[in-house]
């Protein structure tokens, strides 16, 4: 039992270790956003095509089950089965903005969600194939390439990274905004998103948030080039900075969120909006502590 103690506190206290920030070379603003508004203006005649990817289900049979249930591949938002949540996220955030977020072109792309890096690489290969097939078919109908927006839950943000170890130099589409919801910093794909494959990126986090660092990446064995790389032990909150990559740590009514609640109707109603918002900052801060005020 003492030894069953030990081991607790122990990891607890790596974990609380790799979960500082660290304050070295760091540019950040600090943000209140209250009452936001939105203006809807459509001036484009071809919809962007939006695809939500969601993260690791550890307990398939359990109460968590609600939040990461899915038909696998890439199905249209209208067409995913009403009892499952990943509906309703889709459903709350094309109300909250129709426009850049439109529900007729809104894709769940469902995976088998295990906590294992060749599952994750295998998702990747079946979500590359449907974005071939997607953006031919909306070229044949719109004649232009598709905007494709990409959100992503934990490590349904590192399948979505993956995708820049499978493309090729022949494809015309990229990824037009990439969003990463509480993604577990991996070693092994957090270099991916410095490609241009991703045309800007937004990554929010919360230090309140435990199992973004809990993978332990540092037991999983990776060969490159016939030789072992360290990894860090745990995954890690923040990536290291790009020139296409804006950071942001979050909290709703001043508080930081758990893992699962940036999956809630609260948190994602505002996403759209403190989108916008980060755009329209006037600045050169590629991080942001921002405090969201509903």
């Given amino acids: 039992m003492i030894s069953h103690k030990f081991n607790l506190i122990f990891l607890i206290s790596i974990l609380l270790l790799t979960s500082c920030n660290r304050k070295k070379n760091r540019l950040i603003k600090k943000i209140n956003v209250s009452k936001i508004q939105h203006k809807f203006e459509n001036n484009q005649k071809e919809p962007d095509i939006t695809i939500w990817v969601h993260g690791t289900c550890l307990f398939p049979r359990l109460f968590l089950n609600h939040y990461f249930n899915s038909d696998p591949g890439l199905i249209k938002a209208e067409d995913v089965n009403p009892n499952y949540y990943l509906k309703t996220i889709a459903d709350v955030i094309s109300v909250a903005d129709p426009v850049k977020f439109p529900y007729e072109t809104f894709y769940i792309f469902g995976w088998k969600g295990g906590l294992d890096c060749k599952e994750r690489q295998e998702a990747s290969h079946d979500l590359f194939k449907n974005l071939l097939e997607i953006v031919r078919n909306y070229k044949n109908k719109y004649k232009v390439l598709p905007k494709i927006n990409i959100i992503a839950h934990s490590h349904g943000g590192n399948v979505v990274l993956n995708l820049n170890k499978i493309k090729n130099e022949d494809i015309e589409f990229c990824i037009n905004k990439l969003i990463l919801l509480a993604c577990p910093v991996q070693k092994e794909t957090k270099d991916y998103l410095?490609?241009?494959?991703?045309?800007?990126?937004?990554?929010?986090?919360?230090?309140?948030?435990?199992?973004?660092?809990?993978?332990?990446?540092g037991f999983h064995k990776v060969q490159r080039r016939g030789h072992k790389k360290r990894k860090p032990l745990f995954s890690e909150r923040k990536f290291e900075s790009s020139d296409n990559l804006i950071q942001v740590q979050i909290k709703l009514n001043g508080r930081g969120l758990f893992h699962s609640e940036f999956l809630t109707e609260k948190f994602l109603k505002v996403l759209p909006n403190v989108?916008?918002?980060?755009?329209?900052?006037?600045?050169?801060?590629?991080?942001?502590?921002?405090?969201?005020?509903?």
Avoid at 194 to 217: A, E, G, H, R, W
Avoid at 283 to 288: A, K, L, V
């Fill in 194 to 217: 410095k490609s241009n494959f991703f045309k800007k990126v937004y990554s929010f986090y919360s230090t309140l948030d435990i199992f973004q660092v809990l993978d332990p990446q």
């Fill in 275 to 294: 989108l916008d918002e980060i755009d329209n900052f006037n600045d050169n801060f590629s991080e942001y502590l921002l405090n969201i005020c509903t």
